[in-house]
């Protein structure tokens, strides 16, 4: 149970229940038909990443779908919410490489999503022995990880949004999503 390819999705829902919005944010994942099991934060080597439009078609409703999930929710009216996942990927094929996720109150989309793309790349460079100061900058770090030539990129995705006035919940979810083949072959 290898994973060969993944695609990155995100929404925003909003409801009187909790559950709902969650369902909601779900549904503009584009994931809401899928039974969602959470696992940690290794990307197999080998597995490729997907456009979200390529990835969903390859999804068949009930499927037992396993995903690196980031879930916040808020029933507080005008409080900021994000959920982001970020990704760093080896140059090396052959090499697995790191998904983070990250979640909370407080933070933009750009500051979460950035946050989480830090996390997976220091995993990542740490493991593949890149030396850096680990009180630097993310930009600085990132400008090092690409010189080093041993991480090919890295990226996140997020949802990040203010909790509606009398919206009840509002959920934001972030996720990388497995599949067990590669529905663009």
């Known amino acids: ?42 990307l197999p080597p080998h597995c490729e990443l997907v456009p979200r439009e390529v990835g969903v078609r390859g999804l068949r409703p009930g499927e037992i779908t396993f995903c690196v999930l980031a879930r916040a929710e808020a029933d507080e009216a005008g409080r900021l919410i994000h959920a982001s996942v970020g990704l760093a990927r080896p140059a090396d094929p052959e090499m697995y490489g790191y998904i983070s996720e990250h979640h909370g109150f407080g933070m933009t989309g750009q500051e979460s999503g950035d946050y989480a793309e830090d996390l997976a790349a220091t995993m990542l460079a740490s493991t593949l022995g890149v030396d850096f100061d680990p009180d630097a900058a993310w930009n600085e770090r990132k400008k090092l990880y690409e010189h080093s030539q041993l991480i090919i990129d890295s990226l996140s995705i997020t949802a990040a949004t203010q909790a509606k006035v009398g919206g009840g919940w509002t959920c934001a979810v972030a996720a990388a999503v497995f599949l067990p083949h590669n529905p663009g072959a």
């Not at 829902?13 to 809401?32: M, N, S, W």
């Not at 039974?35 to 934060?41: A, D, F, G, I, Q």
């Open 1 to 42: 149970m290898v994973p060969t390819s993944m695609f990155l999705t995100s929404g925003v829902g909003v409801h009187r229940h909790r559950l709902t919005a969650f369902e909601f944010a779900l549904r503009e994942a584009d994931i809401e038909q899928q039974n969602l099991v959470t696992v940690s934060s290794i």
